[in-house]
Structures are given as C-alpha cells and as structure tokens.
C-alpha cells in the first residue's frame, strides 16, 4: 500500500448520520416506485421490478454479512449489531413482501388482461400437460442428476444464486434405506421461461416456468419412493472478494482462484417456496448455518430477476417505453477530425441524451491515424463484448504504442476484464493493474499524436465507465479536450499508475487518494467563511451516493454558516438534511428515472465567481482514500453552463421523478401543485437532443 495522506478531520458539531445500508434499502424504495406507477409500460414496470431484485442480491451479496457475524456472535457494540442485523432484515423482509405483492396484485392480472400469462401446473389442460411433458423429457430431464443424501453422498455444493428443489421423500432406496432427503439443481444454462404454443381454445402469449416443468415431473426422477413435501430454493452468498494485495506475487492469478471460490461464499440469505414447510426450511437453514431472520418465503418465482427473460420473449412494443435514439454529440459534426475540432475548444457529450458513438469515435480515429503514436487507457468496466477493446486490439496490431491499466477488481467484472488484459497482453498491449491497495475508477484515455515537430495530446474524460451497453441506460457527462496542462496531468498520472513515481504537481486535475478529498473540503469550508463574511454562497452537488464523514461534517459546517446548499443523490445518503438548527440550508434531493443517474458534478460559486467540476468519484470514504479518481474543472464558460444547466438546475427542478429527503430521514416524492411544473428533467433532455438537427 503506498504512502497516502492522512484522512482529513472532521470539524463541525456533533450530529447523527442516517444509516447507510437502510440508505441503500430506501434507495431500492424509490426504484420500485416505478413498478407501481400504472402510467409506465407494462414490461417497463416487470423490469423495474426486477432491477429492485438484482439490486437486493447485490444488497446481500456485499452489506449483509458484517450483519449476520455480528447477530451470530450477539454483537452488541458497534457499527454492526444483533440489533442492526434485525433492522435490516426487518427493512428486507417488508420490501420483498411488496415486491411480492405487487407481482401477484397487480403485474400479472395487468399482463392476463393483455392476454399474456404464465402458466402454472394446475392451469394447464391435458394438451398443454402433454407439451411440458414433451419439453421436459427432450430439454430438461438429461440435465437433471437428483442427489439423495446419505453418508456417501453429503449436501451438495449449492452455488450463489442458484434455483434448486429440495424434496423429502418417503418409502426406501434402492438399498432398502431411508434416505429422505434429496436435492436437485435447476440447470442455469437452461431458459427460466419457456414459450408454449397456443392451441385450440387458448388465445394469447402462453409461457411456463422451467421450475414449475420440473416441479410437475418430480415424482418422475425418484422411481419407487413418494414425493412428499418440497421446494424450491435459493441461497445468497457473500460474494464480494478479498485478496492481501501485499501477500501476492500476482494479483491476476490470486484473483482467478478467488473467483472461482466467490460462488460457494458464506451464506447470507435463504429463499424458499411460501409453502415450504417448517421441516424442509429449518434443515436448510441448519445446513447453511442461517439463524431464522434470514429465511424469506416468497410468494411466486424464487428468483424474480430472471423475469427480465420476459421482457425479450413477450417482445411487444407497446408494452415498452417508446425507442429512443440518441443524438450525435451536438458540439461535433459526423465526420469531422476530431483533433482538428479539440484544436478550436473542449467538447462535452451528455449521454444517453447524445450518443457514445461521438467518444467510439473519437477513439477509432485515434487508431487509425498515422500520426497518433500512442494510446492510453483505463479499464474499469467494459463489458465481455467491448468495441473498445476490440479498437485497441487494432491499434496495437497497427504498431502503437497501447498502454492499458485495467481494474481487476471492478465488482462483480473482475472475470471480463482479466479476460480483457490477458488477450491485450498476448498481442503485445502494455498492461497494468494500477496500484497495489487501490482501485483505479479514473475513466480517461489519452492520444499522443505527432504534429510536425511537435508532440500534441488528445484526451477523453468520463463520469462513467467505458461500456458502449451502460451508456445507452447511465446519464453520464464525457469530456473531450487539448488543453495542454489538463492534458499533461493526464499523462502524469498513467506514468505514475505504471511505474508508482511521485506525482508532479498538479495543473487541473484533482487526483485521489492524494488530494481530492482535502481540496473538497478546503472548497466548502472557504465558502462557509465567505458566507460568515455576508457574501452570497452556493453549492449544488450531484453524486451517486454520499456517505464521507470529513465530507458530510464540512457541508454541515458550510450550512451552518449560511450557505445555500443543494445535494442531488441518486443512492444512498447518511446526511441528514433540513434537521431544525442542524442542517436547516441543505436539501438532499434523488432523482430515479428512466435512465440510472450516474453523473458526478460539484458546482461552488462565491458571489460571482463561479467553479465546476466533473469527476469519477462519488463522495464516499473508499473513492476519496482507497481509490485512484478524477476531478476535472471544467473552464470553457458555454460548457459550463451547459452543464449546470442540464445536470443541476433541471434536476433541482425535477417534478416527476424527484423524491426530498426529509428531516426524519424518509423521502417524500415531489408532486408540484401547479402543473406547469411537473416535468421531469430526463423527459426534457430527451426531448431536446431527439430533436436535434444531428
């Protein structure tokens, strides 16, 4: 781990944070409230529905064990408890009960009444039995090895996130013992819906479930012996990696063993079939060595994420919400050389609302220009099929110079991006994994290009993450510039990712772990003196999540000073705001709408002089001081002010889909009693840029 500074102190009054996991839960609140608006498209609701399932797996997967050790232990002193294990769970088990109900109340009557429905085992008539009969021997039963446990045959390892039945069986085995208990596995590679062709009388789009053709042929895979009680099930697991970066040789070999285990983690969480009876659920329990709060019975699929099949498989369009083709970027011209454009100003792209293309091809034109000598990029989150990487790939099979710092330890993509350094390795790409102990979340890519006897950079910078998939869904700002000193810190900061040298001081860039953090906090806290000096003061900030104590105390601080602040936070927020005599001048605002705002834009403005940054950070302790992020200013006036405009001002005016957080920490959704101001900012945006003349 390098030498980094010490983390900033906090100064301000005494106040209590909200807490962070009930953050995330109530942000996952907000997401579902889009599941229930009768206004959005059917197949819209059922995906956001199933979004708010992903986001609690990932909930589990990552901020529940520290819970679950602390209640087995009965912890009873510190940030993790028996008692916060029960809070959270007690907030888990509410909203999947929701979900739930929402599924069965109001999503599938919505979906009958269109003629498109699921059909159960005891539904079916006699030709639609014959069918799933038909799909099962062909399809499924060759993939099914049931397990019946014995002495010899102990429980299986059961993957995160897997569907499995579990059976208790009654009679004898073929060796005359009473083994009752058996477990089979859901093949994953195995569809989870299955359309099934209407006959007859049967009008509309059918489809069955691949657990409920499995749970109808049962019996069939344990000949002699009577199927009694059973279920499905599924486990969660802590899957978030570990590894000593100190005590490894090589990083990318220590994490290929440490994916290959991830699967089979501490469980977390239990999901089993309502009707689950107690026997079948407390040996399950006792196997994966759960108390009983993390048991949930879900009334329907045990896995509702995989119903995102059905968004493709229904495949109507009137279900979905209207196409929406994003623009050119509106600041170049198809065609157009980009060095020749960044020669005469900056370049900011807002997507989705203008397209990523406008970044692809500023990077294809970089690959094939005689003239562009070397290309550097960073790697956090590409995706396993990347245009980008394939672009690189060219530009090193044409002889440049491709350095590439790849992340290996970007959540949950670890795998595609090992795959990613491993193949740019093999053709010759210089590769490294940035700096021991830290993530490298910095989203740039730089050109060196050569210009008559001259050496000119070309540089692209993003609030988001290189993934041609995700920016068509994430609200993110990219950044094209050739100022010379911005573009110089660049450069130092590559050198200093591959070979760990002392950074030169910096022009432009705010760099973490080294002073991101501290100059933040000297920003907010030279407002609070001016404001304290009467001067007229203002900070907007708009992030993903904001949970930095050092961060939070200096805006409370800020507040109390009398500066006006405005928050937009998408996530979680432990900042208490509008707290009578605490937190009076600041207002916590999060925007949930049809794209994922992921945008980071800090404003701070000191009567007329105003100051923008874009970053890659959000204002969280890990991206201030375990993370290598960017902050940028951005000094062009029209940009400027373009960005406040579309990323700042729209939102604070967002009467759609904002929601206030509120003095006791719950959020209240925005509903403007004058209608000319319910709008909402990405309706707005997309209405700008669709009709744009590009």
Not at 159 to 173: C, E, M, Q, T, Y
Not at 245 to 257: C, G, P, S, Y
């Amino acid at each position: 781990m390098p030498n980094l500074p010490a983390p900033v102190a906090a100064t301000a009054p005494s106040v209590e944070f909200l807490d962070r996991d009930r953050s995330i839960l109530a942000f996952n609140e907000r997401v579902l409230d889009w599941a229930r608006r009768p206004e959005v498209p059917l197949l819209e609701r059922l995906r956001f529905l199933c979004i708010v399932s992903s986001n609690l797996d990932e909930f589990f997967e990552v901020r529940a064990a520290s819970h679950l050790t602390a209640a087995q232990s009965n912890e009873q002193k510190g940030p993790y408890t028996a008692e916060t294990f029960k809070a959270v769970s007690a907030a888990a088990h509410d909203m999947v009960a929701r979900q739930y109900s929402l599924y069965n109340d109001e999503l599938l009557p919505a979906f009958e009444r269109r003629g498109i429905r699921i059909v159960s085992h005891g539904e079916r008539d006699a030709a639609q039995r014959r069918w799933v009969k038909s799909y099962f021997e062909r399809e499924v039963r060759p993939l099914l090895v049931p397990v019946g446990l014995d002495p010899s045959h102990p429980f299986p390892q059961v993957a995160n996130k897997s569907l499995n039945f579990i059976v208790r069986l009654g009679g004898h085995d073929a060796f005359g013992r009473q083994n009752e208990i058996a477990i089979v596995k859901v093949p994953r590679v195995l569809p989870r819906f299955i359309h099934m062709p209407s006959r007859g009388g049967n009008k509309g789009t059918l489809f069955v479930s691949l657990s409920s053709v499995i749970r109808a042929h049962l019996a069939e895979l344990f000949l002699g012996r009577d199927v009694g009680q059973f279920s499905q099930f599924r486990v969660t697991r802590h899957s978030d990696l570990a590894v000593d970066e100190d005590d490894v040789k090589n990083l990318r070999t220590a994490l290929r063993q440490g994916l290959e285990q991830r699967h089979y983690g501490q469980a977390v969480r239990l999901e089993v079939s309502a009707g689950c009876s107690e026997y079948l659920s407390a040996f399950l329990l006792k196997q994966f060595n759960l108390p009983a709060l993390a048991l949930y019975r879900v009334h329907g699929p045990v896995n509702l994420v995989r119903l995102t099949q059905l968004v493709d498989l229904v495949n109507d369009p009137k279900l979905l919400f209207p196409r929406y083709n994003a623009c050119y970027p509106t600041q170049l011209q198809p065609g157009q050389s980009f060095f020749e454009r960044l020669k005469c100003g900056d370049v900011s792209i807002h997507q989705p609302f203008e397209s990523f293309d406008g970044v692809l091809a500023f990077l294809r034109e970089a690959v094939h220009d005689p003239q562009v000598l070397a290309i550097k990029q960073t790697i956090y989150r590409t995706g396993a099929d990347s245009a980008l990487m394939v672009l690189l790939r060219e530009a090193v099979r044409r002889g440049k110079e491709v350095t590439v710092v790849v992340e290996l330890k970007a959540r949950f993509d670890e795998e595609a991006n090992i795959n990613w350094a491993e193949m740019l390795e093999s053709i010759g790409a210089q590769v490294v994994y940035g700096v021991v102990g830290l993530k490298t979340h910095a989203k740039m890519l730089l050109a060196t290009r050569r210009e008559g006897k001259q050496l000119k950079r070309y540089a692209h910078l993003s609030t988001g993450n290189y993934n041609p998939g995700t920016a068509r869904l994430y609200t993110d700002v990219s950044y094209l510039t050739a100022d010379p000193l911005l573009t110089a810190d660049i450069d130092n900061v590559f050198v200093h990712l591959a070979s760990q040298s002392r950074l030169p001081r910096m022009h432009h860039l705010l760099l973490a772990p080294f002073q991101l953090q501290r100059k933040l906090v000297e920003k907010i806290n030279a407002l609070g003196d001016a404001a304290l000096l009467g001067k007229d003061t203002r900070i907007v900030a708009k992030m993903n999540a904001l949970t930095d104590e050092a961060l939070m105390l200096a805006l409370i601080r800020a507040g109390q000073c009398g500066v006006k602040i405005d928050l937009i936070v998408r996530g979680a927020c432990m900042l208490p705001a509008q707290v009578p005599g605490v937190t009076d001048n600041i207002r916590v605002r999060s925007v949930i709408g049809r794209f994922l705002e992921h945008s980071r834009v800090f404003y701070f403005r000191c009567a007329e002089e105003e100051t923008l940054y874009l970053s890659s950070a959000d204002w969280m302790n890990r991206n201030m001081l375990r993370r290598v992020e960017l902050a940028w200013p951005v000094t062009d006036p029209a940009i400027r002010q373009r960005i406040i405009d579309e990323c700042l001002v729209a939102y604070l005016h967002d009467g759609v889909d904002a929601w206030d957080l509120q003095a006791d920490g719950s959020y209240a959704r925005v509903n403007p009693s004058d209608p000319a101001q319910r709008h909402g900012a990405q309706a707005a945006l997309m209405a700008r840029y669709t009709a744009s003349p590009h």
